[in-house]
Protein backbone atom coordinates (compact mmCIF):
# COMPACT_ATOMS: atom_id res chain seq x y z
CA UNK A 1 0.00 0.00 0.00
CA UNK A 2 1.27 3.89 -0.14
CA UNK A 3 1.35 5.90 2.09
CA UNK A 4 -1.81 8.97 1.89
CA UNK A 5 -0.47 12.91 2.23
CA UNK A 6 -1.07 15.70 1.60
CA UNK A 7 0.89 16.92 -1.41
CA UNK A 8 2.46 20.28 -0.69
CA UNK A 9 3.77 18.57 2.60
CA UNK A 10 6.45 17.13 0.50
CA UNK A 11 7.73 21.20 0.30
CA UNK A 12 7.09 21.95 3.89
CA UNK A 13 10.47 18.82 3.68
CA UNK A 14 12.37 20.36 1.00
CA UNK A 15 11.90 23.96 1.90
CA UNK A 16 15.24 25.03 3.78
CA UNK A 17 17.37 23.32 1.71
CA UNK A 18 15.38 24.80 -1.47
CA UNK A 19 15.83 28.26 0.60
CA UNK A 20 19.44 28.10 0.81
CA UNK A 21 20.11 26.47 -2.26
CA UNK A 22 18.15 28.98 -3.77
CA UNK A 23 20.12 32.19 -2.06
CA UNK A 24 23.88 30.49 -2.20
CA UNK A 25 23.56 28.34 -5.18
CA UNK A 26 20.96 29.44 -7.72
CA UNK A 27 20.97 33.45 -7.31
CA UNK A 28 24.77 33.01 -7.64
CA UNK A 29 24.49 31.16 -10.31
CA UNK A 30 22.84 33.36 -12.50
CA UNK A 31 24.65 36.48 -11.06
CA UNK A 32 27.82 35.16 -12.43
CA UNK A 33 26.46 35.06 -15.80
CA UNK A 34 24.69 38.96 -15.48
CA UNK A 35 27.89 40.51 -13.82
CA UNK A 36 30.10 38.47 -16.18
CA UNK A 37 28.31 40.74 -19.27
CA UNK A 38 28.50 44.12 -17.25
CA UNK A 39 31.34 46.68 -17.19
CA UNK A 40 32.08 47.94 -13.95
CA UNK A 41 35.63 49.90 -14.98
CA UNK A 42 33.74 53.37 -14.83
CA UNK A 43 31.13 53.11 -12.22
CA UNK A 44 31.06 50.22 -9.81
CA UNK A 45 27.68 51.09 -8.55
CA UNK A 46 25.80 51.96 -12.04
CA UNK A 47 27.74 49.25 -14.28
CA UNK A 48 27.06 49.50 -17.69
CA UNK A 49 25.82 46.76 -20.05
CA UNK A 50 28.70 45.46 -21.68
CA UNK A 51 27.72 42.48 -23.94
CA UNK A 52 30.28 39.69 -24.34
CA UNK A 53 32.87 42.19 -24.81
CA UNK A 54 33.90 41.53 -21.12
CA UNK A 55 34.83 37.80 -23.20
CA UNK A 56 36.79 39.00 -25.39
CA UNK A 57 38.73 40.83 -23.76
CA UNK A 58 39.17 38.08 -21.40
CA UNK A 59 40.41 35.53 -24.15
CA UNK A 60 42.87 38.33 -24.86
CA UNK A 61 44.63 38.04 -22.26
CA UNK A 62 47.58 36.10 -21.95
CA UNK A 63 47.48 36.25 -17.98
CA UNK A 64 44.15 34.61 -18.00
CA UNK A 65 45.74 32.10 -21.16
CA UNK A 66 48.80 31.45 -18.36
CA UNK A 67 46.14 30.78 -15.87
CA UNK A 68 44.57 28.26 -18.01
CA UNK A 69 47.75 26.15 -18.93
CA UNK A 70 48.56 26.15 -15.62
CA UNK A 71 45.37 24.70 -14.41
CA UNK A 72 46.03 21.74 -17.04
CA UNK A 73 49.80 21.53 -16.28
CA UNK A 74 48.60 21.24 -12.75
CA UNK A 75 45.90 18.99 -13.24
CA UNK A 76 48.16 16.39 -15.51
CA UNK A 77 50.36 16.72 -13.10
CA UNK A 78 48.20 15.27 -10.38
CA UNK A 79 45.71 13.69 -12.28
CA UNK A 80 47.81 10.39 -13.00
CA UNK A 81 49.39 10.17 -10.25
CA UNK A 82 46.54 10.32 -7.52
CA UNK A 83 44.53 7.70 -10.18
CA UNK A 84 46.99 4.87 -10.07
CA UNK A 85 49.02 5.70 -7.07
CA UNK A 86 46.77 5.08 -4.25
CA UNK A 87 45.56 1.90 -6.29
CA UNK A 88 48.88 0.50 -5.21
CA UNK A 89 48.69 1.84 -1.82
CA UNK A 90 45.01 0.03 -1.52
CA UNK A 91 46.41 -3.44 -3.02
CA UNK A 92 49.15 -3.88 -0.19
CA UNK A 93 46.77 -2.48 2.84
CA UNK A 94 44.61 -5.27 1.30
CA UNK A 95 46.90 -7.98 1.20
CA UNK A 96 45.74 -9.21 4.54
CA UNK A 97 48.70 -8.14 6.63
CA UNK A 98 49.14 -7.56 10.19
CA UNK A 99 48.87 -4.06 10.83
CA UNK A 100 46.94 -2.75 8.37
CA UNK A 101 44.44 -0.59 10.59
CA UNK A 102 47.60 1.53 11.78
CA UNK A 103 48.75 1.78 7.91
CA UNK A 104 45.60 2.86 6.97
CA UNK A 105 45.17 5.68 10.09
CA UNK A 106 48.76 7.05 9.38
CA UNK A 107 48.50 6.84 5.68
CA UNK A 108 44.76 8.45 5.86
CA UNK A 109 46.35 11.37 8.44
CA UNK A 110 47.15 14.60 5.65
CA UNK A 111 43.78 14.23 4.37
CA UNK A 112 42.16 15.20 7.72
CA UNK A 113 44.76 18.05 8.32
CA UNK A 114 44.07 21.45 7.14
CA UNK A 115 45.50 21.90 3.67
CA UNK A 116 47.24 25.16 5.31
CA UNK A 117 48.83 23.13 7.62
CA UNK A 118 50.33 20.81 5.30
CA UNK A 119 51.39 23.84 2.78
CA UNK A 120 53.30 25.67 5.44
CA UNK A 121 54.90 21.90 6.53
CA UNK A 122 55.73 21.69 3.17
CA UNK A 123 57.19 25.33 2.58
CA UNK A 124 59.64 24.14 5.41
CA UNK A 125 60.88 21.23 3.47
CA UNK A 126 61.06 23.48 0.33
CA UNK A 127 63.03 25.89 1.91
CA UNK A 128 66.38 27.08 0.34
CA UNK A 129 68.49 25.81 2.68
CA UNK A 130 65.62 23.35 3.51
CA UNK A 131 66.29 19.49 4.15
CA UNK A 132 65.27 18.28 0.19
CA UNK A 133 67.49 20.60 -0.83
CA UNK A 134 69.99 18.81 1.24
CA UNK A 135 68.40 15.29 -0.04
CA UNK A 136 69.57 16.61 -3.58
CA UNK A 137 73.09 17.49 -2.65
CA UNK A 138 73.57 14.09 -0.91
CA UNK A 139 73.04 12.72 -4.56
CA UNK A 140 75.47 15.58 -6.39
CA UNK A 141 72.41 18.16 -7.23
CA UNK A 142 72.73 21.69 -6.88
CA UNK A 143 70.16 23.09 -4.74
CA UNK A 144 66.56 24.10 -6.78
CA UNK A 145 64.15 26.69 -5.82
CA UNK A 146 61.29 25.01 -5.21
CA UNK A 147 59.01 27.45 -4.70
CA UNK A 148 61.04 30.06 -6.27
CA UNK A 149 61.89 29.05 -9.41
CA UNK A 150 59.44 29.12 -12.65
CA UNK A 151 60.61 26.01 -13.84
CA UNK A 152 59.83 24.00 -10.28
CA UNK A 153 57.21 25.81 -8.76
CA UNK A 154 54.19 23.97 -10.21
CA UNK A 155 55.69 20.36 -10.10
CA UNK A 156 56.09 21.70 -6.22
CA UNK A 157 52.47 22.53 -5.19
CA UNK A 158 51.47 19.12 -7.33
CA UNK A 159 53.28 17.32 -5.07
CA UNK A 160 51.60 18.77 -1.59
CA UNK A 161 48.07 18.07 -3.89
CA UNK A 162 48.86 14.73 -4.67
CA UNK A 163 50.31 14.33 -0.82
CA UNK A 164 47.44 15.09 0.88
CA UNK A 165 45.13 13.20 -1.70
CA UNK A 166 46.90 9.52 -1.45
CA UNK A 167 44.84 8.56 1.63
CA UNK A 168 41.48 9.89 0.44
CA UNK A 169 41.94 8.14 -3.12
CA UNK A 170 43.55 4.90 -1.28
CA UNK A 171 40.20 4.61 0.63
CA UNK A 172 37.73 4.53 -2.26
CA UNK A 173 40.16 2.13 -3.65
CA UNK A 174 39.82 -0.19 -0.81
CA UNK A 175 35.87 -0.23 -0.65
CA UNK A 176 36.15 -0.93 -4.25
CA UNK A 177 38.64 -4.02 -3.67
CA UNK A 178 36.49 -5.71 -1.33
CA UNK A 179 33.68 -6.27 -4.65
CA UNK A 180 36.42 -8.24 -6.15
CA UNK A 181 35.42 -11.95 -6.51
CA UNK A 182 38.29 -13.53 -4.70
CA UNK A 183 37.84 -17.49 -6.56
CA UNK A 184 38.77 -15.11 -9.65
CA UNK A 185 42.35 -14.15 -7.84
CA UNK A 186 42.54 -18.08 -7.17
CA UNK A 187 41.93 -19.31 -10.74
CA UNK A 188 44.89 -16.75 -11.32
CA UNK A 189 46.91 -18.35 -9.02
CA UNK A 190 45.91 -22.27 -10.58
CA UNK A 191 47.03 -20.54 -13.71
CA UNK A 192 50.73 -19.68 -11.86
CA UNK A 193 50.16 -15.69 -12.44
CA UNK A 194 52.65 -14.04 -10.01
CA UNK A 195 51.28 -11.33 -7.92
CA UNK A 196 51.62 -8.17 -10.67
CA UNK A 197 50.03 -10.65 -13.05
CA UNK A 198 47.29 -11.38 -10.65
CA UNK A 199 46.54 -7.76 -10.22
CA UNK A 200 46.85 -6.59 -13.83
CA UNK A 201 44.55 -9.50 -15.15
CA UNK A 202 41.75 -9.33 -12.15
CA UNK A 203 42.20 -6.19 -9.97
CA UNK A 204 42.70 -3.91 -12.81
CA UNK A 205 39.51 -4.88 -15.35
CA UNK A 206 37.25 -5.09 -12.06
CA UNK A 207 37.99 -1.83 -10.68
CA UNK A 208 37.97 0.25 -14.18
CA UNK A 209 34.85 2.18 -13.25
CA UNK A 210 36.70 3.31 -9.96
CA UNK A 211 39.72 4.51 -11.89
CA UNK A 212 37.79 5.91 -13.68
CA UNK A 213 35.88 7.80 -11.24
CA UNK A 214 38.92 8.80 -9.45
CA UNK A 215 40.24 10.21 -12.86
CA UNK A 216 37.22 12.45 -12.77
CA UNK A 217 37.14 13.56 -9.12
CA UNK A 218 40.45 14.15 -9.36
CA UNK A 219 40.25 16.24 -12.21
CA UNK A 220 37.38 18.19 -10.67
CA UNK A 221 39.67 18.81 -7.61
CA UNK A 222 42.15 19.52 -9.59
CA UNK A 223 40.51 22.40 -11.78
CA UNK A 224 39.11 23.89 -8.13
CA UNK A 225 43.07 23.78 -6.67
CA UNK A 226 43.49 27.26 -4.08
CA UNK A 227 44.53 27.00 -1.24
CA UNK A 228 48.30 25.05 -1.53
CA UNK A 229 49.00 28.00 -3.85
CA UNK A 230 47.75 30.77 -1.68
CA UNK A 231 49.53 29.82 1.35
CA UNK A 232 52.90 28.80 -0.87
CA UNK A 233 53.76 31.04 -3.80
CA UNK A 234 50.52 33.53 -4.54
CA UNK A 235 50.63 32.32 -8.15
CA UNK A 236 54.19 33.35 -8.48
CA UNK A 237 56.92 33.53 -9.32
CA UNK A 238 56.33 35.27 -12.39
CA UNK A 239 52.46 33.86 -12.29
CA UNK A 240 54.16 30.35 -13.10
CA UNK A 241 51.67 29.10 -10.40
CA UNK A 242 48.61 31.26 -11.22
CA UNK A 243 45.62 28.71 -11.45
CA UNK A 244 41.78 29.51 -12.80
CA UNK A 245 40.57 29.94 -9.43
CA UNK A 246 43.79 32.00 -7.63
CA UNK A 247 43.14 34.63 -11.09
CA UNK A 248 39.57 34.56 -9.94
CA UNK A 249 40.21 35.25 -6.31
CA UNK A 250 43.04 37.61 -7.48
CA UNK A 251 40.65 39.81 -9.63
CA UNK A 252 37.51 39.61 -7.67
CA UNK A 253 38.82 40.11 -3.96
CA UNK A 254 42.43 41.80 -4.80
CA UNK A 255 41.52 44.22 -7.89
CA UNK A 256 37.85 44.09 -7.63
CA UNK A 257 37.71 43.49 -11.11
CA UNK A 258 34.36 42.13 -11.12
CA UNK A 259 33.69 41.44 -14.84
CA UNK A 260 36.80 39.93 -15.56
CA UNK A 261 36.41 37.18 -12.42
CA UNK A 262 32.88 36.61 -13.53
CA UNK A 263 34.23 35.75 -16.91
CA UNK A 264 37.07 33.49 -15.90
CA UNK A 265 34.26 31.88 -13.34
CA UNK A 266 31.90 31.02 -16.63
CA UNK A 267 34.90 29.47 -17.72
CA UNK A 268 35.56 27.89 -14.65
CA UNK A 269 31.96 26.69 -14.43
CA UNK A 270 32.07 25.30 -18.40
CA UNK A 271 35.10 23.21 -17.27
CA UNK A 272 34.01 21.03 -14.42
CA UNK A 273 30.68 21.04 -16.03
CA UNK A 274 32.16 18.56 -18.37
CA UNK A 275 33.70 16.75 -16.21
CA UNK A 276 30.69 16.49 -13.63
CA UNK A 277 28.55 15.33 -16.19
CA UNK A 278 30.73 12.66 -16.86
CA UNK A 279 30.97 11.60 -13.18
CA UNK A 280 27.25 11.98 -13.09
CA UNK A 281 26.11 9.80 -16.24
CA UNK A 282 28.70 7.01 -16.28
CA UNK A 283 30.05 6.14 -12.85
CA UNK A 284 27.73 7.37 -9.89
CA UNK A 285 24.75 7.13 -11.80
CA UNK A 286 23.30 4.86 -9.65
CA UNK A 287 22.73 7.44 -6.78
CA UNK A 288 21.81 10.21 -8.77
CA UNK A 289 18.50 8.34 -10.39
CA UNK A 290 15.34 9.38 -9.47
CA UNK B 1 56.14 -20.65 2.24
CA UNK B 2 59.36 -18.32 1.13
CA UNK B 3 57.17 -16.71 -1.40
CA UNK B 4 54.20 -16.05 1.36
CA UNK B 5 57.19 -14.07 3.67
CA UNK B 6 58.45 -12.08 0.88
CA UNK B 7 55.00 -11.19 -0.14
CA UNK B 8 54.75 -9.56 3.65
CA UNK B 9 58.36 -8.53 4.36
CA UNK B 10 57.74 -6.49 0.80
CA UNK B 11 54.57 -5.43 1.91
CA UNK B 12 55.35 -4.25 5.04
CA UNK B 13 58.56 -2.10 3.72
CA UNK B 14 56.08 -0.69 1.32
CA UNK B 15 53.52 0.19 3.67
CA UNK B 16 56.01 1.35 6.60
CA UNK B 17 58.14 3.92 4.24
CA UNK B 18 54.58 5.27 3.03
CA UNK B 19 53.67 5.83 6.74
CA UNK B 20 56.52 7.40 7.13
CA UNK B 21 56.65 9.55 4.57
CA UNK B 22 53.16 10.50 5.56
CA UNK B 23 54.17 11.32 8.67
CA UNK B 24 57.57 13.45 8.05
CA UNK B 25 56.14 16.86 7.16
CA UNK B 26 54.65 17.06 10.13
CA UNK B 27 57.86 15.49 12.21
CA UNK B 28 60.18 17.88 10.71
CA UNK B 29 58.17 20.38 11.77
CA UNK B 30 57.83 19.30 15.08
CA UNK B 31 61.47 19.27 15.26
CA UNK B 32 62.15 22.22 14.17
CA UNK B 33 59.50 23.22 16.58
CA UNK B 34 61.67 21.99 19.70
CA UNK B 35 65.00 23.37 18.63
CA UNK B 36 66.11 25.97 20.86
CA UNK B 37 67.40 29.50 19.81
CA UNK B 38 71.06 28.63 20.12
CA UNK B 39 70.66 25.57 17.23
CA UNK B 40 70.85 26.45 13.92
CA UNK B 41 67.81 24.76 12.11
CA UNK B 42 69.43 25.63 8.52
CA UNK B 43 72.79 23.29 9.70
CA UNK B 44 73.68 20.61 7.13
CA UNK B 45 73.11 17.91 7.82
CA UNK B 46 69.81 18.17 9.28
CA UNK B 47 69.48 16.27 12.08
CA UNK B 48 65.73 15.57 13.68
CA UNK B 49 66.69 15.38 17.32
CA UNK B 50 67.10 18.75 19.24
CA UNK B 51 70.30 19.67 20.93
CA UNK B 52 68.99 21.87 23.11
CA UNK B 53 65.23 20.73 23.22
CA UNK B 54 62.84 23.47 24.63
CA UNK B 55 59.40 24.40 24.63
CA UNK B 56 59.68 28.13 24.52
CA UNK B 57 58.47 28.46 21.12
CA UNK B 58 55.35 26.75 21.91
CA UNK B 59 54.98 29.25 24.83
CA UNK B 60 55.79 32.07 22.96
CA UNK B 61 53.45 31.21 20.04
CA UNK B 62 50.38 30.19 22.51
CA UNK B 63 50.87 34.11 24.09
CA UNK B 64 50.99 35.89 21.27
CA UNK B 65 48.65 33.98 18.81
CA UNK B 66 44.72 33.50 20.61
CA UNK B 67 44.55 30.21 19.56
CA UNK B 68 41.60 29.51 22.07
CA UNK B 69 39.57 31.65 20.11
CA UNK B 70 40.30 30.55 16.89
CA UNK B 71 39.75 26.95 18.17
CA UNK B 72 36.40 28.30 19.46
CA UNK B 73 35.27 29.95 16.14
CA UNK B 74 36.65 27.12 14.25
CA UNK B 75 34.44 24.96 16.43
CA UNK B 76 31.02 26.77 16.17
CA UNK B 77 31.33 27.42 12.48
CA UNK B 78 31.89 23.40 12.28
CA UNK B 79 29.31 22.22 14.94
CA UNK B 80 26.71 24.37 13.38
CA UNK B 81 27.64 23.11 9.84
CA UNK B 82 27.39 19.75 10.86
CA UNK B 83 23.55 20.26 12.44
CA UNK B 84 22.34 22.26 9.99
CA UNK B 85 23.76 19.77 6.94
CA UNK B 86 22.42 17.18 8.85
CA UNK B 87 18.80 18.57 9.59
CA UNK B 88 18.39 20.50 6.22
CA UNK B 89 19.74 17.29 4.02
CA UNK B 90 17.85 14.52 5.64
CA UNK B 91 14.69 16.66 5.41
CA UNK B 92 15.01 17.28 1.93
CA UNK B 93 16.06 13.20 1.39
CA UNK B 94 12.66 12.20 2.78
CA UNK B 95 10.52 13.54 0.19
CA UNK B 96 12.91 12.59 -2.61
CA UNK B 97 13.45 8.80 -0.85
CA UNK B 98 9.48 8.12 -0.52
CA UNK B 99 6.70 11.01 -2.16
CA UNK B 100 5.32 11.33 -5.00
CA UNK B 101 4.39 15.00 -5.60
CA UNK B 102 4.18 17.45 -8.11
CA UNK B 103 7.54 18.80 -9.87
CA UNK B 104 9.36 16.02 -8.06
CA UNK B 105 11.45 15.84 -11.45
CA UNK B 106 12.18 19.65 -11.67
CA UNK B 107 13.37 19.70 -7.80
CA UNK B 108 14.89 16.57 -8.00
CA UNK B 109 17.27 18.08 -11.01
CA UNK B 110 17.92 21.13 -9.17
CA UNK B 111 19.41 19.86 -6.54
CA UNK B 112 21.51 17.41 -8.59
CA UNK B 113 22.52 20.62 -10.76
CA UNK B 114 24.19 21.87 -7.90
CA UNK B 115 26.59 19.74 -8.12
CA UNK B 116 28.16 20.49 -11.08
CA UNK B 117 27.95 24.14 -9.19
CA UNK B 118 31.76 24.76 -7.78
CA UNK B 119 31.44 27.08 -4.94
CA UNK B 120 35.25 28.75 -6.40
CA UNK B 121 32.69 29.60 -9.71
CA UNK B 122 30.18 31.56 -7.52
CA UNK B 123 31.78 33.13 -4.72
CA UNK B 124 32.19 36.64 -5.92
CA UNK B 125 28.14 36.68 -6.22
CA UNK B 126 27.39 34.62 -2.64
CA UNK B 127 29.89 37.25 -1.24
CA UNK B 128 27.86 40.01 -2.42
CA UNK B 129 24.50 38.11 -1.58
CA UNK B 130 26.21 37.86 2.09
CA UNK B 131 27.04 41.42 2.30
CA UNK B 132 23.66 42.66 1.24
CA UNK B 133 22.09 40.39 3.91
CA UNK B 134 24.51 42.21 6.58
CA UNK B 135 26.20 38.50 7.28
CA UNK B 136 29.57 39.83 8.00
CA UNK B 137 32.00 40.21 10.72
CA UNK B 138 31.70 44.54 10.60
CA UNK B 139 28.30 43.94 12.11
CA UNK B 140 29.22 41.32 14.65
CA UNK B 141 29.85 38.18 15.71
CA UNK B 142 26.70 36.18 15.15
CA UNK B 143 26.42 37.94 11.55
CA UNK B 144 30.23 37.03 11.18
CA UNK B 145 29.38 33.43 12.22
CA UNK B 146 26.55 33.49 10.03
CA UNK B 147 28.31 34.32 6.88
CA UNK B 148 30.64 31.65 7.39
CA UNK B 149 28.19 28.80 8.08
CA UNK B 150 24.92 29.61 5.97
CA UNK B 151 26.30 28.95 2.66
CA UNK B 152 27.55 25.76 3.35
CA UNK B 153 24.58 24.53 5.93
CA UNK B 154 22.97 22.58 3.12
CA UNK B 155 24.36 20.91 0.19
CA UNK B 156 23.67 17.99 -2.78
CA UNK B 157 26.16 15.33 -1.83
CA UNK B 158 24.48 15.60 1.86
CA UNK B 159 21.07 15.03 0.09
CA UNK B 160 21.75 12.37 -1.83
CA UNK B 161 23.78 10.60 0.36
CA UNK B 162 20.81 10.62 2.91
CA UNK B 163 18.20 9.67 0.30
CA UNK B 164 20.13 6.54 -0.82
CA UNK B 165 20.52 5.89 3.33
CA UNK B 166 15.95 6.50 3.08
CA UNK B 167 15.93 4.27 0.11
CA UNK B 168 17.71 1.26 1.94
CA UNK B 169 15.21 1.44 4.81
CA UNK B 170 12.31 -1.33 4.28
CA UNK B 171 9.04 0.46 3.82
CA UNK B 172 7.08 -1.77 6.15
CA UNK B 173 7.82 0.01 9.25
CA UNK B 174 6.66 3.40 7.99
CA UNK B 175 3.40 2.11 6.74
CA UNK B 176 2.82 0.29 9.77
CA UNK B 177 3.50 3.88 11.64
CA UNK B 178 1.05 5.81 9.44
CA UNK B 179 -1.77 3.31 10.05
CA UNK B 180 -0.96 3.93 13.63
CA UNK B 181 -1.69 7.56 13.07
CA UNK B 182 2.30 8.75 13.34
CA UNK B 183 2.51 12.04 11.47
CA UNK B 184 5.35 12.09 8.57
CA UNK B 185 7.37 14.13 10.60
CA UNK B 186 7.24 11.74 13.15
CA UNK B 187 7.52 8.95 10.57
CA UNK B 188 10.85 10.82 9.58
CA UNK B 189 12.26 11.67 13.37
CA UNK B 190 11.36 7.87 15.23
CA UNK B 191 12.07 5.83 12.13
CA UNK B 192 14.06 7.04 9.49
CA UNK B 193 16.27 8.77 11.57
CA UNK B 194 17.49 6.46 13.66
CA UNK B 195 17.66 3.80 11.46
CA UNK B 196 20.13 5.67 9.32
CA UNK B 197 22.25 6.73 11.95
CA UNK B 198 25.23 4.97 10.28
CA UNK B 199 25.29 6.94 7.42
CA UNK B 200 24.18 10.21 9.62
CA UNK B 201 27.53 9.88 11.50
CA UNK B 202 29.31 9.58 8.35
CA UNK B 203 28.45 12.49 7.05
CA UNK B 204 28.58 14.53 10.18
CA UNK B 205 32.25 13.65 10.55
CA UNK B 206 33.20 14.36 6.68
CA UNK B 207 31.47 18.25 7.09
CA UNK B 208 33.14 18.90 10.11
CA UNK B 209 36.19 17.82 9.16
CA UNK B 210 35.77 19.79 5.59
CA UNK B 211 34.17 22.82 7.78
CA UNK B 212 36.89 22.72 10.27
CA UNK B 213 39.90 23.01 7.48
CA UNK B 214 38.01 25.32 5.30
CA UNK B 215 40.11 28.39 4.03
CA UNK B 216 39.15 30.12 0.68
CA UNK B 217 35.70 31.31 2.18
CA UNK B 218 36.64 32.37 5.69
CA UNK B 219 39.49 34.32 4.52
CA UNK B 220 37.58 36.03 1.48
CA UNK B 221 34.76 37.22 4.20
CA UNK B 222 36.83 37.64 7.52
CA UNK B 223 38.26 40.99 8.01
CA UNK B 224 38.88 40.46 12.08
CA UNK B 225 41.10 38.62 13.87
CA UNK B 226 38.44 37.67 16.68
CA UNK B 227 36.74 35.94 13.98
CA UNK B 228 39.31 33.78 12.46
CA UNK B 229 39.13 30.18 11.57
CA UNK B 230 42.21 28.14 12.52
CA UNK B 231 43.22 27.90 8.75
CA UNK B 232 43.31 31.47 8.26
CA UNK B 233 44.97 32.33 11.72
CA UNK B 234 47.74 29.83 10.71
CA UNK B 235 47.90 31.01 7.56
CA UNK B 236 48.73 34.94 9.36
CA UNK B 237 51.14 32.88 10.91
CA UNK B 238 53.53 33.51 8.29
CA UNK B 239 53.19 37.30 8.17
CA UNK B 240 53.30 37.32 11.77
CA UNK B 241 56.82 35.82 12.55
CA UNK B 242 57.81 36.69 9.00
CA UNK B 243 60.60 33.66 8.52
CA UNK B 244 61.11 33.12 12.25
CA UNK B 245 60.43 28.90 11.67
CA UNK B 246 60.41 27.66 14.84
CA UNK B 247 57.66 30.12 15.63
CA UNK B 248 55.54 28.98 12.75
CA UNK B 249 56.41 25.17 12.69
CA UNK B 250 55.29 25.70 16.79
CA UNK B 251 51.98 27.72 15.87
CA UNK B 252 51.24 24.80 13.13
CA UNK B 253 51.91 21.79 15.13
CA UNK B 254 49.44 23.47 17.83
CA UNK B 255 46.77 24.28 15.57
CA UNK B 256 46.18 20.17 14.27
CA UNK B 257 46.23 18.85 17.82
CA UNK B 258 42.81 19.04 17.98
CA UNK B 259 41.61 17.57 14.38
CA UNK B 260 44.34 14.84 15.09
CA UNK B 261 42.57 14.08 18.51
CA UNK B 262 39.28 14.05 16.61
CA UNK B 263 40.41 11.90 14.10
CA UNK B 264 41.68 9.20 16.31
CA UNK B 265 38.91 8.75 18.33
CA UNK B 266 36.81 8.91 15.23
CA UNK B 267 39.13 6.67 12.97
CA UNK B 268 36.94 3.97 12.39
CA UNK B 269 34.56 5.75 10.96
CA UNK B 270 37.47 7.05 8.46
CA UNK B 271 39.29 4.34 7.74
CA UNK B 272 36.52 1.87 7.65
CA UNK B 273 35.36 1.66 4.20
CA UNK B 274 32.34 3.01 5.16
CA UNK B 275 32.94 6.40 3.42
CA UNK B 276 33.06 5.40 0.17
CA UNK B 277 28.85 7.45 -0.13
CA UNK B 278 30.69 10.60 1.31
CA UNK B 279 33.04 10.91 -2.02
CA UNK B 280 33.34 14.75 -3.01
CA UNK B 281 34.88 16.32 -6.11
Request: glycine share 4%.
Given at each position: MNIYYKKYIAYLFLFPALVLLGIFFFIPFFQTFVISLKDYSTDIYNPAFAGLRNYAVLLHSKE???ALTNTFLFLILVVPFLSIFPLIVAI????????VSLYKVLIYLPVVVSIVVVAIAFKWLYAQEGILNYFLQLINISPIGWLTDTRFAMLSVAIVTIYKGIGYYMMIYLSALIGVPKDLYEAAEVDGANEFFKHLTVTIPHLMPTIALVVTVSSISALKVFAEIYVMTKGGPLNSTKTIVYYI???????????MASCASV????????????????FENKRYKL | MIRKFIKGFSSHTFLILMSFLSLFPFLWLTSTALKGMDENIFQ????????????ANFIQVWKQIPFLTYFFNSFIVAAFTVILNLVFSSLAAYPLARMEFKGKKVVFSLILSTIMIPFQAIMLPVYLIVLKLHMVDSYGCVPGYLGLILPFAVNAFGIFLMRQAFLSVPKEMEEAAFIDGCSLFNIWR????????????????FTFIGSWGEFLWPS???TKKTLYTLPVGVNDLQGMFSANWRLIAAGSIISIIPIII???????????????GAVKG
Open positions: FYTFINGKIRGYERAFENLDLSVLLILILVFSIINITF | YPPYFLPRDLTFKILLPMTSPTLAVLAIIVLFFIIMQKYFVSGQNE
